[in-house]
């Protein structure tokens, strides 16, 4: 009978979704590489899971023998050591939580293996912060499995750094911290995602290809050679997180545009700094910085703003009364090759028709192909757990399902 199985075979299963988050005041550069803790602050713009997430299901069994990991449906190491860390941070609070004497009814055994399969919905090396829905993903999955809810952006952290701004929606600020330990090195809501419901952002992908420097390591050489960054951190970062938190704030998109390509550029001006020196643009980057900075200037203010992370996509920030126009500028700079139908994907994007002046103005010699695709996506909430069995990525017997 379907009761007795249950009873024979304890399997407790919780599936999460994580949101991707784009950091428009950079962290880069640790002062602790196995508590990943930063040189400095950061704040950084959850995206909507709509468009962008990682689901990730994990379950717990007597039955299972050993621990065990999919990403994208193929099987990977478990021993992964931020993997691991991040599994023993929510066993440790779980044991705290139940030391409490607030025993829930039978909670989960934890010496039980857990298995865990995790899916994205984008291109894992596309350069979109992957490692931060992934990790986000992880540890609220986990956390809800053992009970063992509560601060988990310092759990996230030891698995990716900027995955503890994932683990919650829209603006969030992700304090560096004073103490060796870490423990004060948590990521806070500035604002939720309804705060500024104008906002939208463009991610322009150029090129999928796996980036030349991975960031810890990239991170690690700035850090050991780049004067710039010592500066940076120490004098620059706290000055505009302040800034940054206002023009959020007051919905000031000029001052907050302004400012998210203000410290884009001195990101990568920190990688040039670094000996020997990292690139992460490539020339369509580029292009893309020109093509923005054109089309301000033909508007006369502050209409689009780029950020880019250690990669050459282009994510672009702008209010919705400017997104028609500027895919249009895009889609003419760029044209799009066979794709014509999949080349701008996630919200709908209205059509706009470009006048004369502005095409002689902002629209240079086309580079065809050049954008693989436009995802057109807005600020988002933090991780949210699926209620419904269906979308389990792991069947009753702990395996990964068939992709439908």
């Known amino acids: 009978t379907g009761s007795a199985m249950a009873e024979e075979r304890p399997l407790a299963m919780v599936t999460c979704t994580a949101p991707v988050n784009i950091a428009v005041i950079k962290y880069w550069g640790k002062r602790d590489n196995d508590l990943i803790l930063p040189i400095n602050s950061s704040l950084s713009v959850t995206l909507h899971q709509d468009q962008l997430k990682t689901t990730t299901t994990a379950a717990a069994s007597r039955d299972f023998t050993e621990d065990r990991l999919w990403l994208n449906g193929e099987e990977a190491d478990v021993g992964h050591p931020r993997l691991q860390a991040c599994l023993r941070e929510v066993r440790r609070l779980a044991r705290k939580r139940r030391g409490g004497g607030t025993e829930d009814a039978a909670p989960l055994n934890l010496s039980y293996k857990i298995h865990i399969a995790t899916r994205n919905n984008f291109p894992t090396a596309a350069g979109l912060a992957s490692s931060a829905a992934g990790y986000a993903c992880l ?16 759990v996230a952290r030891r698995g990716s ?38 906002l939208r952002v463009l991610v322009l992908v150029v090129s999928g290809e796996k980036k030349p420097v ?5 991170m690690q050489s700035s850090v050991d050679t780049s ?30 545009g ?24 490539n020339d369509l980057s580029r292009r893309i910085i020109a093509l923005a ?29 400017t997104v028609a126009e500027f895919v249009e500028v895009v889609r003419r700079s760029f044209p799009p090759a066979a794709n014509g139908d999949q080349f701008v994907r996630g919200l709908p994007v209205g059509s706009a028709e470009l006048s004369e002046e502005l095409l002689a103005a902002v629209v240079p010699e086309p580079v065809p192909g050049g954008v693989q695709y436009i995802l057109h996506t807005q600020p988002g909430p933090g991780p949210q757990f699926v209620s419904d069995p269906d979308q389990h990525l792991l069947g009753a017997d702990g395996l990964p399902r068939p992709c439908a």
Not at 214 to 218: E, L, V
Not at 297 to 302: I, Q, R
Request: proline content about 6%; glycine content about 10%; overall charge negative.
């Open 139 to 154: 540890v609220s999955a986990l956390a809800r499995l053992y009970g063992a809810e509560g601060e988990l952006s310092e």
């Open 161 to 198: 750094g900027s995955a503890c701004r994932s683990m919650l929606g829209g603006f969030v600020r992700w304090q560096r911290g004073e103490r060796p330990d870490g423990r004060d090195s948590l990521a806070h809501q500035v604002a939720p995602e309804t705060h500024w419901p104008e």
């Open 214 to 218: 991975g960031s810890t390591a990239g």
């Open 227 to 256: 004067p710039l960054l010592k500066h940076r951190a120490e004098v620059v970062v706290p000055e505009r997180l302040e800034l940054m938190m206002r023009h959020i704030r007051e919905r000031d998109f000029e001052g907050f």
């Open 258 to 281: 302004r400012l998210t390509m203000q410290d884009s550029n001195q990101f990568h001006a920190t990688c040039l700094d670094t000996f020997p020196p990292i690139f992460y643009l």
């Open 293 to 321: 900075h054109r089309f301000n200037a033909h508007h006369g203010g502050t209409k689009v703003a780029y950020t880019f992370d250690a990669g050459p996509n282009a994510v672009i920030f702008t209010l919705a009364d």
